[in-house]
């Protein structure tokens, strides 16, 4: 069956603009996270997103970063006014329910700001 | 919050020979830990998961063990092959609260020289 899938694979943006950010997860999985990942270092948490609860933003860096998930499924992430140091590779993955199960991993989108 | 260390940046070891990665952990010990597997340019691969009341758990040629004592995991790669050179990655799945997202660590290189 089809995997987490992100869009755009690559993204160039200019320092000050927004970006958006999007993760479509594997069919019937209630979990949803963002993730992000600099050069050579781990994933930083981001959000988490469970079924029809208040998601987790715990792990958001600053109010220029917020997501949303339509439907139970398909999720945005925005990023506004945006600064280098948010250059990273943004993941997304799903699961079948909460942190105990396995997460399956989207390719990633790979943000440069300029 | 909960700080994760996994072993050197990065390992090599001779193909056919046993890697050993490390996993160690502060604070409050995990509900689950989990092993992931990243290429380059890719997202991580779920491959192992490991409960608290679990010692050991085996998956082919991998092998992953559970010390709450020590807050410590080890990660085991038998009769290696350059094929398994990759990041290797562990996570660990804490309730405590809201806090319901996976603690990814910075990972471990490995390269299986032939």
């Known amino acids: 069956g089809a995997g987490v899938s992100q869009s755009p694979s690559n993204k160039v943006t200019e320092k000050g603009k927004d970006v958006e950010l999007r993760c479509d997860p594997i069919s019937g999985h209630t979990a949803l996270y963002w993730y992000r990942q600099s050069l050579g270092q781990g994933l930083e948490f981001l959000i988490y997103?469970?079924?029809?609860?208040?998601?987790?933003k715990s792990g958001l860096p600053s109010d220029r970063f917020s997501a949303e998930r339509t439907g139970g499924s398909v999720s945005t992430l925005t990023i506004q006014r945006t600064q280098q140091e948010d250059s990273a590779v943004y993941l997304c993955a799903s699961s079948f329910a909460g942190p105990g199960y396995e997460q399956y991993f989207g390719p990633g989108t790979r943000l440069t700001v300029t | 919050s909960q700080k994760i260390e996994q072993n050197s940046e990065a390992l090599n070891i001779q193909e056919g020979k046993t890697a050993t990665l490390t996993c160690n952990y502060t604070n409050y010990s995990p509900a689950y830990l989990q092993w992931y597997r990243q290429d380059p340019g890719r997202g991580p691969v779920f491959l192992l998961l490991?409960?608290?009341?679990?010692k050991e758990k085996r998956k082919e040629r991998l092998k992953v063990t559970f010390d709450t004592t020590l807050k410590q995991s080890l990660f085991h790669i038998t009769a290696s092959q350059p094929a398994d050179s990759a990041t290797y990655l562990c996570a660990l799945a804490v309730y405590s609260g809201s806090a319901r997202q996976l603690t990814f660590g910075s990972g471990t290189q490995l390269t299986v020289l032939p």
């Open positions: 490991i409960r608290e009341n679990e």
């Open positions: 997103f469970q079924g029809n609860s208040a998601p987790d």
